[in-house]
């Protein structure tokens, strides 16, 4: 019955061997030779156990697709709108995989806050999930079907199993409680991801930022919204301003048609981080919020956090673990903060979405992904409407970059001229997706007329003579830049290697702060 299960050679002409099948069929072989998972004690097992029942969850995901080349399944309805809305280049294999590392993870999110370990599955990893997030539970809803195709069942069910064998509050005791540092959830998406899948992590550019780091930009933005800008409670204001608003109707003047545009009524400091990962720069900016308003009004908390903090606290992810992590991480952290959430609470705006694609204006809907239709239409209302003033955040590093679309592109268009002559350089490394990054967040920050630009980046820019045409941009629109240079590159021998342990400093290596005022300074700095 396994070997018939998982073929390893096709015998319709002779017998031709199925190598890519090896793997899954090996590690079928010792799951069936071990007795049920003994108890896990150390956080480096666990995720090993966890990556390889992922990567069977996958194997499963991906025949299951295989085997319905005309898609009309409900799975490969999810895989045609992720397709179409977030990764254009999406192949059925690669959304096995993403679907698998996002169902691991969040059931080990789930378990760990897990009041009942003993009976944990993953209808009960459903439960856990944050109500407020509709494209989280459509997923797990998925997930959790008792009709969902036996092979991907039996692995997810078997995931399940070594969380059962696993007491995480014991195994992540050390890491502290959501409003200190060390979180787990941080610390151990490195730790599993790296058993599953390694190159992944290279990819797509994703390394962890120390806790430091993370602190001080968002101090530094706390403190320049203060002292540049007037407002005493810094992150934590709630002043509001109007807004021209596209409607996306349109109305006929004089037989021709126009936009209708409606004033709206918005916060003023409106946060984004556009590559929020698991959400480390959210969550610590929340983290400066509260004390500020729980000691001012700590009967007023929960109503601040409704209408005051989530309107205006936004993230964009591509990568569907994190985003799943950066969800289910925000909305534990609040409730440990006493947030009590109403009947109807509003949905974190935190979206899975590519920062670097153009907000679309039309409405879309998806047969069979509804959920992320609409998942997609909140994130373009995003880039289109708010007024963002403050971009934070870690972008991701890549000089061969997987964002060569026609919008990606052209944000480091302007990067190329110095009063407006172009300098002619066809071989340059202005694709480098921190450069991206960079570039839309000036943007954003310039047609907002004022804000903060607060980056933790690479710092090829700073000196290469190709980026001198970007040193210039930045340069005209803002009117106060900060560079901290943290010469990441700079060893002085062989024997100042970095500690593998330590962030990696070859890419952590610069900290920009942009300031950009209305009224203008008298000098620039």
């Not at 998982?6 to 007795?35: C, H, S, W």
């Not at 009709?147 to 502290?176: H, S």
């Not at 787990?184 to 998406?189: G, R």
């Not at 109007?242 to 409106?270: C, F, L, S, Y």
Request: charged share 30%.
């Amino acid at each position: 019955e396994l070997v018939h299960e998982i073929r390893i050679a096709d015998f319709a002409v002779g017998i031709t061997p199925l190598p890519q099948r090896y793997v899954e069929f090996a590690q079928r072989l010792t799951e069936f030779t071990q007795e049920r998972v003994q108890t896990i004690t150390s956080p480096e097992r666990l995720a090993k156990y966890m990556a390889g029942k992922a990567i069977l969850v996958k194997e499963a995901l991906f025949r299951t697709l295989e085997m319905d080349p005309e898609l009309r399944s409900e799975l490969a309805g999810q895989y045609k709108a992720f397709k179409d809305q977030l990764i254009h280049d999406l192949t059925p294999e690669g959304f096995a995989d993403i679907y698998a590392e996002t169902v691991a993870y969040g059931m080990f999110a789930a378990r760990l806050h897990d009041e009942t370990p003993e009976d944990f599955s993953r209808e009960e990893a459903l439960e856990l999930l944050p109500k407020s997030n509709p494209f989280l539970r459509n997923l797990f809803t998925f997930v959790a079907r008792q009709d969902l195709d036996e092979r991907i069942r039996r692995d997810i069910d078997e995931l399940a199993e070594i969380f059962q064998a696993t007491n995480l509050q014991t195994l992540f005791e050390n890491f502290g409680s959501f409003t200190q540092r060390n979180d787990p959830f941080i610390h151990f998406y490195e730790t599993f991801l790296a058993e599953y899948n390694p190159k992944k992590r290279k990819a797509r550019g994703v390394w962890y930022t120390p806790e430091p780091v993370v602190n001080f930009i968002v101090r530094a933005v706390d403190d320049v919204l203060k002292t540049e800008f007037g407002l005493p409670m810094g992150l934590a204001d709630t002043s509001k301003i109007t807004v021209p608003v596209d409607t996306g109707q349109t109305k006929i003047v004089r037989g021709k048609a126009k936009p209708i545009i409606e004033n709206r009524e918005m916060h003023r400091v409106q946060i984004l981080d556009p590559a929020t990962g698991t959400g480390t720069f959210l969550a610590e900016v929340i983290k400066q919020i509260a004390p500020k308003v729980k000691d001012i009004a700590p009967s007023k908390w929960s109503r601040y956090v409704e209408q005051d903090l989530i309107p205006r606290l936004h993230g964009f992810e591509l990568l569907m673990a994190s985003y799943a992590m950066c969800h289910m991480k925000l909305d534990m952290m609040l409730r440990d903060m006493d947030y009590v959430p109403t009947d109807k609470p509003p949905r974190l705006s935190v979206y899975l979405t590519n920062s670097l694609e153009e907000a679309e204006q039309e409405e879309q809907t998806l047969f069979m992904a509804r959920w992320l239709s609409d998942e997609a239409n909140a994130a373009n209302s995003v880039k289109r409407d708010k007024p963002i003033m403050c971009v934070i955040g870690n972008p991701p590093y890549s000089g061969i970059s997987q964002n060569m679309g026609e919008y990606a592109t052209s944000l480091i268009e302007p990067y190329k001229y110095i009063d407006e002559e172009h300098f002619g350089e066809r071989k340059h490394w202005l694709h480098d997706d921190y450069v991206k990054f960079i570039a839309l967040a000036e943007k954003m920050i310039a047609e907002n007329g004022e804000g903060i630009l607060a980056f933790i980046t690479n710092n090829g820019y700073l000196q290469n003579p190709t980026f001198r045409g970007m040193r210039y941009h930045l340069d005209e629109t803002f009117d106060k830049i900060f560079i901290l240079d943290l010469h990441g590159n700079g060893y002085g021998g062989p024997n100042d290697l970095p500690d593998e342990n330590v962030f990696d400093i070859q890419r952590e290596v610069s900290i920009i702060i942009g300031i950009k005022r209305k009224v203008k300074p008298s000098e620039k700095t």
